[in-house]
């Protein structure tokens, strides 16, 4: 599908030199393309919501992060409240 589309565009293209038109329609299609994504045919059809998608993925990845963070490094700010009560003891 997206081989045809490209040949199109490139046909509407050569076109264009006989008739001016046929270079506004190629430009009409290419805009098409860019807007609406060469490689995600059917995505919106399925209720795909990059923006949320991405930011929930994001989201996910940070606290994970984080989690395995406080994990790691549980002990060593014990360690440090311990010098900390003991200093100010």
């Not at 081989?3 to 098409?32: D, R, S, T």
């Not at 923006?51 to 989690?67: A, F, K, Q, S, T």
């Amino acid at each position: 599908m997206i081989v045809l589309f490209a040949i199109l565009i490139v046909a509407l293209f050569g076109l264009g030199f006989l008739n001016p038109l046929w270079w506004a329609l190629a430009a009409v299609l290419i805009f098409v393309a860019v807007r609406y994504g060469w490689g995600r045919a059917g995505s919106r059809g399925q209720g795909g919501n990059f923006e949320y998608r991405d930011y929930r993925d994001h989201r996910d990845r940070e606290n994970r992060w984080g989690r395995r963070y406080r994990r790691q490094r549980q002990g060593l700010w014990r360690r440090q409240d311990r010098r900390d009560e003991q200093h100010h003891r």
